[in-house]
């Protein structure tokens, strides 16, 4: 856990390094050239370089342990941080879309476009590969704050393409043209920018809110394990109140077992221990909670989704005092 935990806070200090140089080139570039995709496509950095700041911070966080005033650790703290970054983006997709139909009314031209091209390209090799680390460490280590700033920098790769493009379209139409007229080009680009930022804002408003409102795991790791908890019914009756959820990268699962009613504690503490191991194992950073019951056979409509037993056996138990014969 240690050595993820550093890997993680070594590529969210990359992503501020690097969203901090773009932010830097672009503002030059765009205010010399006078484009405003280029100084709207600086805004978006900034936002990013924003939400860097805050995942580095996260990330650090949320990896302090449970203590007295929060004992369930601090991995909700990668969610908020996420909803903070969604807002952020909002308000920056909106002004670059406010500015773009203010350029698009005027007749500016651009000057060297030439010079955006160069700028674009530069953002987009380097957010690519910046956003190929965050991704890598952010699913190795299930973390949303990194997987949240790597879809940025990733919608940051389509943009700068974008607007690389209708550059390059300006540029060299003034080698065939004397007067193209096609200035209109560029605050299309920055429109072009500000819908993908609001789409990566909605998704990561969407993401941030299922685990702040304790949206329990996906259908694929609770098929797993329930899985797990049948493969077991040679020793278990069946279980219920299967409920899960997900703080950052920390899970939080919990279920109850029905056994026989004359299972020894030890035994019945053995089976919940090899439980716990074997879906820690699958999910490092989880706590697992679960609850022994004796079961009688008579299935209530709480326990009856899980039960593990034929009805031959369910009878059987009902008859004999909860064993299995």
Same mark, same amino acid.
């Given at each position: 856990?240690?050595?993820?935990?550093?890997?993680?806070?070594?590529?969210?200090?990359?992503?501020?390094?690097?969203?901090?140089?773009?932010?830097?080139?672009?503002?030059?570039?765009?205010?010399?050239? *006078?484009? &405003?995709?280029? %100084? +709207?496509?600086? #805004?978006?950095?900034?936002?990013?370089?924003? $939400? @860097?700041?805050?995942?580095? /911070?996260?990330?650090?966080?949320?990896?302090?342990?449970?203590?007295?005033?929060?004992?369930?650790?601090? *991995?909700? &703290?990668?969610? %908020? +941080?996420?909803? #903070?970054?969604?807002?952020?983006?909002?308000? $920056? @997709?909106?002004?670059?879309? /406010?500015?773009?139909?203010?350029?698009?009314?005027?007749?500016?031209?651009?000057?060297?476009?030439?010079? *955006?091209?160069?700028?674009?390209?530069?953002?987009?090799?380097?957010?690519?590969?910046?956003?190929?680390?965050?991704?890598?460490?952010?699913?190795?280590?299930?973390?949303?704050?990194?997987?949240?700033?790597?879809?940025?920098?990733?919608?940051?790769?389509?943009?700068?393409?974008?607007?690389?493009?209708?550059?390059?379209?300006?540029?060299?139409?003034?080698?065939?043209?004397?007067?193209?007229?096609?200035?209109?080009?560029?605050?299309?680009?920055?429109?072009?920018?500000?819908?993908?930022?609001?789409?990566?804002?909605?998704?990561?408003?969407?993401?941030?809110?299922?685990?702040?409102?304790?949206?329990?795991?996906?259908?694929?790791?609770?098929?797993?394990?329930?899985?797990?908890?049948?493969?077991?019914?040679?020793?278990?009756?069946?279980?219920?109140?299967?409920?899960?959820?997900?703080?950052?990268?920390?899970?939080?699962?919990?279920?109850?077992?029905?056994?026989?009613?004359?299972?020894?504690?030890?035994?019945?503490?053995?089976?919940?221990?090899?439980?716990?191991?074997?879906?820690?194992?699958?999910?490092?950073?989880?706590?697992?909670?679960?609850?022994?019951?004796?079961?009688?056979?008579?299935?209530?409509?709480?326990?009856?989704?899980?039960?593990?037993?034929?009805?031959?056996?369910?009878?059987?138990?009902?008859?004999?005092?909860?064993?299995?014969?």
């Amino acid at each position: 856990m240690a050595s993820i935990q550093k890997r993680k806070e070594r590529v969210a200090m990359l992503s501020v390094a690097s969203n901090s140089t773009l932010v830097v080139f672009k503002i030059i570039v765009g205010t010399l050239i *006078g484009s &405003v995709s280029i %100084i +709207s496509e600086a #805004i978006h950095s900034g936002m990013d370089l924003l $939400a @860097a700041i805050i995942a580095m /911070f996260s990330v650090k966080k949320s990896y302090l342990p449970a203590d007295d005033a929060h004992p369930f650790g601090h *991995g909700k &703290v990668e969610s %908020i +941080s996420g909803l #903070i970054e969604a807002f952020l983006i909002f308000i $920056a @997709a909106f002004w670059i879309i /406010f500015e773009a139909f203010k350029k698009l009314t005027s007749a500016q031209e651009v000057e060297s476009p030439g010079w *955006g091209v160069a700028v674009m390209f530069l953002s987009a090799s380097l957010n690519f590969f910046v956003s190929q680390r965050l991704f890598a460490v952010g699913k190795e280590a299930d973390s949303i704050a990194l997987q949240a700033d790597a879809w940025h920098l990733r919608t940051d790769v389509y943009t700068s393409v974008g607007v690389m493009v209708s550059l390059g379209i300006i540029w060299l139409s003034h080698y065939f043209f004397a007067d193209p007229r096609i200035h209109w080009l560029d605050p299309i680009a920055a429109i072009f920018v500000a819908v993908f930022i609001l789409k990566a804002a909605y998704d990561l408003t969407s993401q941030a809110l299922g685990d702040l409102m304790d949206v329990k795991l996906p259908p694929d790791e609770e098929g797993w394990i329930r899985d797990v908890i049948a493969g077991r019914k040679s020793e278990i009756h069946g279980y219920h109140q299967l409920r899960t959820r997900k703080a950052g990268n920390f899970r939080f699962i919990e279920f109850h077992l029905k056994v026989d009613p004359k299972m020894t504690v030890d035994a019945s503490h053995g089976i919940t221990r090899d439980l716990k191991h074997v879906i820690m194992d699958k999910f490092p950073a989880a706590t697992v909670t679960i609850h022994i019951e004796p079961c009688d056979g008579n299935c209530t409509e709480i326990c009856a989704t899980g039960c593990l037993l034929t009805e031959a056996q369910r009878l059987q138990i009902s008859l004999s005092g909860g064993r299995v014969r």
